[in-house]
């Protein structure tokens, strides 16, 4: 299909168009053209393309020949000779159009002299772009960051929350079914009713918040250790074991305390060093069977390093899951038990440890027990080295 076009029209465009007959003469030129080349600005041109390039007989027959065969455009190459100034080089393109009717080769030239800064707008253009998607694509990266550090808040809370909680439900529901044992005498119907109902609750909840436990994983790193308190490592035993003791004594089991006069005090924040001993013995408590013996014992190890440590003969831990508590992930289970329990606390006691500037070591084997020691450095004990001499007096 061939385009029409009219001198009219040709002026309307910006790039510099010529209009070829089949005889080779110019038949029209836009205004840029004749700009460009020197020619008249009005009217028909009276010269021929040959004149204007300095091609050949040949050269020019070909040229035109290949232009009027095609109505697509074809890449050419021409040299212009203005009627004043220097040969202009340029590239062109050419194809056959009508102009009044007849048969015309249209040639469309390209300015190389505005080429370089077209191409230097439009890589221009391309950097601005890929500068702005770059920027699109470093903030979407950034947003699986700033969601998991949103999770991680919320799962913190959730957590601990629900860990601070399952310990005393734990001591109630075994207060209750110690009380349903009716050890020292019949409770009365009412009563009993009052039991049963705590009891239902109270296993209701702790459902509730083992759920919680399995859901949301906690990180307690972001606390800080608060190293001007000083806590009774003494009180906090005695608080401890009261809580766990109901459920010892439901199972039968001993726990031994070491002598006050040998409990240093700490330079740490009490809520978190009793929270860290309630896990470690609830664990032990929990896990250890009917019988078994619990004992807490203080000793000062090489380089003065104060070790509290939880030692029971329970089921022990496997060496898999072992491995993912002391490398600070959450395990399924911490013991070996026929329940489904969540290995949270000693998990989360490392934690907490390493917030108040200790640390937990944790050992176990499979049949014989655990031993769980929390170890804190002579700047969180309230003496420091003189502690050590002191506690090695009256221990011996």
Known sequence: MNSNVSPECLDAFPEPLLVVGDDGRLHAANSPAATLLGLSPSGRPEITLREVTGLSAVEFDNLLQSCLATALPIQLRLTFYPAAGRPLALRCEGWRCLLGGENAALIRISDDAQTPSRFRHLVDELDQEF?????????????????????????????????????????????????????????????????DDIHTSGGLLLRLVDQVLNLAWVDSQSRSATTEVLADLGECLDNCCKVV?????????????????????????????????????????????????????????????????????????????????????????????????????????????????????????????????????????????????EFNCAAG
């Open 131 to 195: 500068r702005v998607r770059r920027h699109h694509e470093s903030s979407l990266r950034s947003v699986p960051t700033r969601l998991h550090d949103l999770d991680s808040v919320r799962d913190q809370k959730l957590a601990q929350m629900g860990h601070d909680l399952r310990t005393p439900l734990n001591a109630i529901i075994g207060m209750t079914e110690f009380m349903r044992s009716e050890p020292f005498g019949p409770l009365g119907e009412k009563y009993s009713e009052y039991v």
């Open 245 to 389: 003791e109901p459920i010892a004594k439901l199972r039968g089991l001993h726990i031994l305390l070491p002598e006050h006069d040998s409990i240093p005090r700490l330079r740490a924040d009490q809520l978190l060093v009793k929270q860290i001993l309630l896990n470690l013995l609830g664990n032990a408590a929990k896990y250890t069977g009917s019988g078994g013996h619990i004992k807490v014992s203080i000793e000062w190890r090489r380089g003065h390093a104060l070790a509290i440590r939880v030692r029971d003969d329970g089921p022990g831990i496997p060496k898999e899951q072992l491995a993912a508590i002391n490398g600070g992930h959450m395990a399924h289970s911490a013991y070996l038990t026929n329940d489904k329990r969540s290995g949270f606390g000693l998990a989360l006691s490392r934690r907490t440890a390493k917030a108040i500037g200790g640390r937990l070591n944790v050992r176990s084997t499979v049949g014989e027990g655990t031993v769980a020691s929390l170890v804190l450095p002579p700047h969180l004990v309230e003496g420091g080295q003189a502690a050590v001499h």
